[in-house]
């Protein structure tokens, strides 16, 4: 089952809690590509690690696949000991939320695994204890997200769209652009209803071009190729190139998945050494 990515096509940072947990306003999508996670039975239980990036997840206490499973058999007390396999294609700390979703795919696998009949607000209920994004990730679709994350619209409608996802090959650790910030009181991105008429991609990203993500100064002050990868994408053509999360991934709209395709192959010539990926987010339909 592939792990979508996840992209903040707009982030706005509206406040900060007393226990350190900042406030948001994310309008997310998912991607048709991302990482991919396999279960099966096995004698005793096991965590299998392929893929490109594979070299840079932990594995231990530390791996957020191991840790949901472990969590979903403590909450049911079931579950015999499962392989799992993941491939990851995505890179690590990265701002695509690869982590996240991996964990979030992991238990979605389990729960039909292990013949648990989890509803989606036990199983979000459930992921927030492993990370803010995890509600998220488990909708996989669409949607507005609000206060640490963990509040979630899903968008009745919204295109399809083709994009461009670019990663220097710098890791960037979210705490590390937090710490960045000089300003935790924005603006909010607008009512849910706003979003409606957004029917296109044109519209989308000329919507899109209004809204911000207020993470992108703090990442660009730690990574400074941040703003190389945004100024390369918008000379490929992109009708709008932001940050995505914390960074240091960006992304790039284009008109079509063809024109998408293409500024990959014209970026990967110019940027051998970057992390380039011509993708699509998916659809929501009423």
């Known amino acids: 089952m592939t792990a979508p990515a996840k992209v903040n096509l707009a982030l706005h940072i509206t406040g900060q809690r007393e226990d350190g ?8 999508a998912f991607t048709d590509a991302g990482d991919r996670i396999d279960v099966e039975a096995a004698e005793t239980d096991e965590i299998v690690v392929s893929g490109p990036f594979a070299a840079h997840v932990p594995i231990g206490g530390g791996n957020l696949i191991a840790r949901a499973r472990d969590l979903l058999r403590g909450s049911f007390g079931a579950g015999a000991p499962v392989r799992l396999h993941l491939e990851k294609n995505l890179p690590v700390a990265s701002g695509v939320g690869g982590g996240s979703s991996d964990a979030a795919t992991a238990l979605r696998l389990l729960c039909t695994h ?9 199983l979000s209920a459930l992921g927030l204890r492993l990370g803010a994004d995890l509600p998220m990730c488990l909708a996989a679709r669409p949607l507005m997200a609000r206060g640490i994350g963990d509040a979630i ?6 295109p399809p769209l083709p994009l461009v996802l670019v990663n220097p090959g ?11 910030l000089e300003k935790r009181d924005n603006a909010p991105l607008p009512a849910l209803e706003a979003l409606e008429a957004l029917d296109d991609i044109a519209g989308a990203a000329a919507w899109l071009n ?6 992108e100064p703090a990442a660009r002050s730690l990574v400074p190729q941040v703003g190389e990868v945004l100024e390369a994408l918008a000379d490929a053509g992109a009708l709008t ?7 240091a ?8 998945l063809f024109m998408a395709r293409r500024a990959e192959k014209t970026l990967g010539e110019a940027h051998p050494d970057w992390f380039i990926l011509a993708t699509e987010t998916q659809a929501a339909e009423a």
């Open 153 to 158: 619209e899903e968008l009745p409608r919204f």
């Open 21 to 28: 947990y900042h406030l948001m306003d994310s309008l997310v």
């Open 170 to 180: 710098i890791p960037l650790a979210t705490a590390d652009v937090f710490s960045a």
């Open 114 to 122: 292990w013949g648990i009949p989890a509803n989606p607000a036990t």
């Open 241 to 247: 190139a932001r940050m995505s999360g914390s960074g």
């Open 210 to 215: 209004m809204a911000r993500n207020d993470l």
């Open 249 to 256: 991934t960006c992304f790039g709209i284009f008109p079509s």
